[in-house]
């Protein structure tokens, strides 16, 4: 089959799933993850096996160690597949849910309800765990998926699709809800971004290249946040115990993701204190620091950190996501100072403020413009599962429709419903015999 003519297969197949997904209850919805979750114990060998394909050919195509990182899926990131499909299970049905109701002067009750966005194609990138993921939640929320995940992870992919659609068989789900793109030529993706017929929605997960590809091609919505280049503001009044711990983990604990911070922002009063011990369980991490002149004088004699990697920064570092143990440093004057560095370099994903005065950290909340802004915590917790989500199908940084991460709720839109009792506009109803009709006119071709 061509490209061109197996996309529109899937596009069309997935659409057509929409009338079976109406009518498709909580209860099935439910058991359908649930029984995914089994089959992907029971298959966990087997997913292992398949997975070690993909890694070997990334080793053998030269992928860094923090991309190699992303494609594996070891016992741990397996059981979190089975958590996210019991969590997404657990979680309230948004699909139906009436969210707002009021009764006008002339007796229509009229109300907002929860309604699935349609077909949602996500375009993902190296992690293999964002297949069941995106999936669990467009089941949940009634959406059909087209999943296309990376050629790197291929065979890890393809696997988990076909446990996806065999619970879906088991269970009474209709399977061909769930699409797979069960190909490495990108002309299938290329022709699916115009299927704006059969596809409502696109959301690219992955780095700035390809995000900005698909949003330049496709000709339905796309919802996307192109980078993240999260930062670490150290206010004069931290608490030095919580921003040093806050500083490690939001780079250290896993940096080849795109909440983990990329600038460490410091202010001038605290610098001399809080750098050098920083720097200090960097270094033995083997995190690599990019400094601006101020912190590179504060760093560059002291003895403990002579065999780190501490280096000049230059203006595109702090522009940068590296995803990788790199930092860049930047010491400012005020909280001012801070906040216009984060509009500035930023990438309005994740910011967070350590701080122990109240008014400062109320306005950095305030005043920074990102998806998500924290005061004294990790940045490393913009994520769907740590915000309760159960999942999430990306982190938008979008300002229309949904910003942050994107749960259930994310992938519903509300429609009008509308109850009557006969109700008629300007009591324009059928006439009397004989009696004259006027019809406005004017009205209709303004329409």
Not at 87 to 94: H, S
Not at 372 to 389: H, K, P, Q
Not at 399 to 428: C, S, V, W
């Amino acid at each position: 089959m061509e490209a061109k003519e197996f996309a529109q297969f899937l596009a069309k197949r997935a659409k057509e799933s929409h009338k079976h997904l109406s009518r498709i209850t909580t209860d099935i919805k439910n058991k359908t993850l649930l029984r995914t979750a089994e089959l992907i114990l029971e298959k966990k060998d087997e997913i292992q096996k398949e997975n070690e394909k993909d890694l070997e050919f990334a080793s053998k195509k030269g992928y860094s160690k923090a991309l190699l990182d992303r494609l594996a899926l070891n016992e741990k990131r397996i059981n979190g597949m089975v958590q996210v499909l019991k969590d997404v299970a657990n979680l309230p049905d948004p699909v139906g849910e009436v969210i707002s109701m009021w009764t006008r002067p002339n007796g229509l009750k009229i109300g907002q309800m929860r309604v699935p966005l349609g077909t949602i194609m996500i375009i993902y990138e190296a992690r293999p765990n964002v297949t069941i993921e995106a999936a669990a939640l467009c089941m949940k929320s009634s959406n059909a998926v087209i999943l296309k995940g990376g050629s790197e992870t291929i065979n890890s992919n393809r696997i988990l699709v076909e446990i996806l659609k065999q619970a879906a068989r088991e269970v009474g789900f209709p399977e061909t809800a769930i699409e797979f793109v069960n190909s490495t030529d990108r002309e299938v993706v290329n022709h699916l971004l115009t299927l704006d017929e059969y596809i409502d929605v696109v959301i690219p997960r992955g780095g700035e290249s390809l995000i900005r590809a698909v949003a330049e091609k496709a000709t339905m919505p796309v919802i996307k946040h192109y980078k993240g280049v999260c930062n670490l503001y150290v206010d004069d009044e931290a608490d030095m115990d919580k921003a040093l711990n806050i500083a490690y983990n939001a780079k250290v604990q896993r940096p080849s993701v795109c909440n983990a911070i990329e600038n460490l922002v410091v202010h001038k009063d605290i610098a001399a204190k809080f750098l050098p011990e920083i720097a200090y369980y960097y270094g033995k991490a083997g995190v690599e620091m990019r400094c601006d002149e101020i912190s590179l004088n504060i760093l560059k004699d002291d003895p403990r950190l002579q065999d780190f990697e501490i280096v000049p920064a230059t203006e595109d570092d702090y522009y940068e996501e590296f995803l990788d143990l790199i930092i860049a440093l930047k010491v400012v004057e005020s909280l001012d100072e801070a906040i216009d560095f984060i509009h500035k370099y930023g990438s309005s994903h994740s910011e967070s403020i350590v701080t122990e005065n109240y008014t400062k950290g109320m306005r950095f909340i305030n005043e920074v413009d990102s998806a998500a802004v924290y005061i004294n915590a990790s940045t490393r917790f913009t994520d769907g599962n740590e915000f309760g989500l159960g999942a999430e199908m990306g982190i938008s940084t979008d300002k229309i429709h949904a910003r942050g991460p994107m749960g259930l709720k994310e992938l519903t839109i509300p429609k009008y419903i509308i109850f009557g009792n006969g109700q008629i506009r300007d009591g324009f109803g059928i006439p009397e015999e004989d009696e004259e009709v006027e019809i406005n006119k004017e009205a209709c071709e303004k329409k």
